[in-house]
């Protein structure tokens, strides 16, 4: 793998290949991949935008909403690509802002055939949909890379603080998780069929940001994402960035679970993203459309908050609060004012 500081880099002599195209170095080239078509036979494609640096260097992908509701990742990606300069760049970039093509342009989740894209990685040439479009992904892109970012959001009605998903245990990961420098880190096993699983199998460290709700933008989530990414990139080398991060500030989950509703109702919500919570302390209640028959929510466990419902109709059994318990610290340390207020920004978009 290669790890080369901005500082040392050689000049870049390689054009790089990608999907049938060669790309000069210092350049950047869109590129639409054939992904077939519709059923009235009008073309469909994924397309990529590949920044060949001037400078030798890793490649990295960053791709976004292999969910087709969770897009998020698109604004972030338009963003990232109009700042990043291909003639300072050491490396490459693979800018992929919408992965489920077909799921997006149904403002779906899933694709046509109803498979979650997620749960078809590495794929199979002659497979579904969706595993044709998983393997065409893993060959034409994947594979190409040293690194990956994976940008998500919550479901629909549901919001994320923003987050890093990864294997804590894993050191290279846990490198990119803290250098991304997001609010918080939450330890996740992998899922059969993901995209984290296929690029640790294959070996290719990758971290998943989560921020956010379907079918939503959320500024801070974009702002926290592209400073994320700018900080990984920097940290593999590829940019020079004069600022220091501190990781100081980053919340550590080892766990997580969410806190259902115990009957249907009407939820009021008494809690935010980002808070830190004790055992037994009030969440929200849930009472009757006259306000009676309320009952408490409370959390079972300290942690803090990191995912939560927006949606103040509720079915029993609905997730309400997703709480991340947390590694190696006393969970009653103040986080600090920079912490408390960008988590209010957040709560204040969102909630
Ligand atoms: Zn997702």
């Known amino acids: 793998m290669k790890k080369i500081s901005q500082q040392s880099a050689k000049k870049n002599s390689k054009n790089f290949l990608i999907a049938g195209h060669s790309i000069k170095p210092a350049t950047r080239t869109r590129i639409n991949i054939d992904m077939g078509s519709i059923f009235d036979f009008?073309?469909?494609?994924?397309?990529?935008?590949?920044?060949?640096?001037?400078?030798?260097?890793?490649?990295i992908f960053v791709c976004s909403t292999i969910h087709g509701d969770e897009i998020i990742g698109i604004e972030i990606v338009r963003r990232l690509l109009r700042i990043i300069d291909e003639k300072q760049l050491c490396g490459t970039l693979i800018a992929i802002p919408v992965v489920?093509?077909?799921?997006?342009?149904?403002?779906s989740r899933y694709l046509p055939d109803r498979r979650d894209l997620n749960r078809c990685f590495p794929g199979l040439k002659n497979g579904s949909l969706a595993s044709q479009l998983a393997y065409k992904f893993m060959q034409e892109i994947v594979l190409k890379?040293?690194?990956?970012?994976?940008?998500?959001?919550?479901?629909y009605n549901r919001t994320n603080l923003p987050q890093i998903r990864t294997d804590i245990s894993n050191q290279e990961n846990m490198r990119l998780a803290q250098a991304f420098n997001a609010p918080a880190i939450v330890n996740s096993n992998l899922r059969d069929g993901s995209l984290r699983e296929a690029t640790s199998q294959a070996k290719i460290p990758l971290i998943l940001y989560e921020a956010g709700e379907a079918l939503r933008f959320d500024e801070y989530a974009v702002q926290i994402g592209i400073d994320g990414i700018m900080n990984v990139v920097a940290e593999i080398g590829m940019i020079k960035r004069n600022h220091k991060i501190s990781s100081s500030q980053i919340f550590i989950a080892r766990s997580s679970s969410w806190i259902?509703?115990?009957?249907?109702?009407?939820?009021?919500?008494?809690?935010?993203?980002?808070?830190?919570v004790k055992k037994g302390q009030i969440l929200a209640e849930i009472s009757n459309p006259f306000g009676d028959n309320k009952i408490i929510i409370r959390s079972t466990q300290p942690g803090m908050i990191i995912g939560c419902c927006v949606l103040p109709l509720v079915?029993?059994?609905?997730?309400?609060?997703?709480?991340?318990?947390?590694?190696?610290?006393?969970?009653n340390h103040n986080l600090g004012d920079d912490f408390t207020k960008g988590v209010d920004r957040i709560n204040n978009k969102n909630l």
């Open 42 to 59: 009008t073309p469909v494609n994924l397309p990529i935008e590949v920044l060949n640096g001037a400078k030798d260097g890793p490649t």
């Open 100 to 107: 489920n093509v077909f799921g997006f342009n149904d403002r």
């Open 145 to 155: 890379s040293d690194y990956g970012i994976d940008i998500h959001t919550g479901a």
């Open 315 to 331: 079915n029993k059994g609905d997730a309400l609060f997703h709480i991340g318990f947390e590694k190696n610290r006393d969970i």
């Open 260 to 276: 259902r509703a115990s009957q249907s109702g009407i939820c009021l919500i008494k809690a935010k993203l980002g808070d830190i």
